[in-house]
């Protein structure tokens, strides 16, 4: 995609296969493989499973319909997935008990109560503790910091924080540097997922930058620098996380597809289509619509100075119409080719 500023005074003008189907409940067909009475068993779901087919294979068809009560939230069952693990405990040939393993420390238990089902959602402890990750940039971000051992989620969370001050796909240089003081959830001693970022360091270009995590009394978390001023500024550095810079702004650049001298008035932020777009800046929609060579095209307007134009998007986010209000980081398009493009930016 592309991000222009232009003037005010002149602004442009514009799951699986049969998982999540509903349930028929009032088939007939034979259990093939009963399951032993008092016995607690554990299905893990293989892939094209469903939860009647599950059923059946147990020989405990006729206790689904219980569980299916017409009116109730059922998607937890309904969005059940490859690998996913189902504990049932029967009494005889009924089922007494089922628990939906949701995450290694969330389940989702049905329990019979006369001829019916209750549910309640059980929830393990976690332990926490504070891990530290840190390295240096020698080719980009996300190889330093999976050397670092961070996952996907942390390395998106770190430039999340430092988005107002660093542009990411601009900014950075080899020999650039970042360290994290990040939660570790662990359940019996064994690690369970990445936690919340509680402080972190980026040495951009000479210039370091630092952010640690804070929740006031009326629970709002956010990161501040350690004099306590919140990171947050006007304008995002970019509108893609973890793009590259595919071209920079250039008066004198010859046109990849036209093959003439023209001027190329913005930035252009490569990334996958789809890739989701932010608004730089909180502001009001003035165009919607297609603009020439850039395409499908949003132009917002910030305050009483700037508007920013966003290009070569592949479709619009739902609320953007021409008078509808943005908020800073929220999507407003994706990534894509349309217009005059060598490839989706």
Do not use: C
């Not at 069952?77 to 693990?85: D, S, V």
């Not at 402890?125 to 942390?154: C, E, F, N, P, V």
């Not at 997922?193 to 804070?214: H, L, Q």
């Not at 619009?316 to 990534?335: D, E, L, P």
């Amino acid at each position: 995609m592309q991000v222009t500023d232009l003037p005010l005074k002149s602004p442009s003008p514009q799951a699986f296969p049969d998982v999540d189907r509903d349930l028929d409940v009032s088939e007939t067909q034979e259990p093939t493989t009963p399951v032993q009475a008092g016995k607690r068993t554990t299905v893990v779901v293989k892939r094209g499973d469903t939860l009647s087919a599950i059923f059946i294979r147990l020989g405990i068809y006729s206790d689904l319909a219980q569980i299916l009560k017409p009116g109730e939230d059922h998607r937890a069952l309904k969005k059940i997935y490859p690998g996913q693990k189902l504990v049932f405990t029967l009494n005889g040939p009924q089922l007494v008990r089922l628990e939906v393993v949701q995450a290694p420390y969330r389940s989702l238990v049905y329990s019979r109560h006369n001829d019916s089902f209750v549910t309640e959602t059980l929830h393990r402890q976690l332990d926490t503790i504070l891990q530290y990750a840190g390295g240096h940039i020698d080719s980009s971000l996300y190889l330093a910091g999976k050397r670092a051992g961070m996952s996907d989620t942390l390395i998106q969370d770190l430039v999340h924080i430092f988005r107002w001050d660093i542009d990411f796909a601009l900014d950075l240089r080899v020999g650039d540097s970042f360290s994290i003081l990040y939660e570790k959830h662990l359940l019996d001693g064994e690690e369970v997922e990445d936690g919340e970022i509680a402080a972190a360091e980026f040495v951009n270009r000479g210039t370091t930058y630092r952010a640690y995590r804070y929740t006031d009394e009326s629970g709002h978390t956010d990161y501040y620098t350690l004099e306590g001023k919140s990171l947050h500024k006007a304008f995002l550095r970019t509108p893609v996380q973890l793009a590259r810079i595919s071209s920079y702004f250039n008066p004198r650049r010859r046109h990849p597809i036209l093959n003439v001298i023209r001027a190329h008035k913005g930035i252009d932020y490569a990334a996958p289509t789809g890739t989701p777009i932010k608004a730089t800046g909180a502001g009001r929609v003035i165009y919607r619509g297609t603009k020439g060579q850039y395409g499908k095209v949003i132009v917002l307007r910030h305050g009483n100075i700037y508007t920013t134009l966003y290009a070569h998007m592949s479709r619009y986010a739902r609320g953007t119409g021409v008078g509808h209000k943005v908020k800073q980081g929220q999507t407003i398009g994706y990534v894509g080719s349309t217009g005059l493009s060598t490839g989706p930016h």
